[in-house]
């Protein structure tokens, strides 16, 4: 596995930065941060620009978006002003935020596409079997077909009761 570039304390580096892999940022970046793998910035790092990757860990500030492709982790001593975009984002007690939040996959991901084209009733052979087939509910007896009060509900005598009550009517 590789290691992750890093950026170290009391480092600026002004421009976009763009990579395969990782990195972990401690200075702070003046631009765009954006890279395959997954971004660390330290308590005292601060970006000034979007933050893309895999995972998305803050500790620091950042004033920009946000994105992460699995997830982001928002520390209790970060200062976020910017929308959060990520299937996944946790953000600990005394954490600062200041956007909008998104719990999707970010817009340029494969699910993301899949996600926003529209929707088409599945074909029969593409239904699911976990799921219940949803029939349309018709009353049997539609209260229209009814005349007059409803039935009454008579319970079945049993054996013993039944012969009781028919000695009685034949005055035994």
């Known amino acids: 596995m590789a290691e992750a570039s890093v950026i170290g304390q009391g480092t600026v580096v002004r421009g976009n930065v763009r990579g395969e892999g990782s990195i972990e940022i401690y200075g702070r970046v003046d631009g ?51 929308d959060i975009t990520a299937p996944r984002v946790g953000i600990e007690e005394g954490a600062r935020v200041r956007g909008a939040l998104r719990t999707d996959e970010p817009s340029g991901s494969p699910a993301a596409r899949t996600a926003s084209e529209p929707r088409r009733a599945p074909r029969p052979s593409e239904a699911r079997t976990s799921e219940p087939a949803r029939l349309p509910v018709r009353a049997l007896n539609p209260p229209a077909a009814r005349k007059g009060p409803p039935a009454p509900v008579v319970p079945a005598l049993r054996g013993t009761v039944a012969r009781k009550k028919k000695a009685k009517t034949q005055g035994r």
């Open 32 to 82: 765009n941060v954006i890279v395959t793998g997954d971004v660390t910035l330290g308590e005292n790092a601060s970006v000034h620009g979007d933050v893309s990757g895999a995972r998305v860990s803050v500790g620091g500030a950042v004033t920009g978006d946000l994105t992460g492709s699995e997830a982001v982790l928002i520390e209790r001593a970060a200062q976020i002003t910017g």
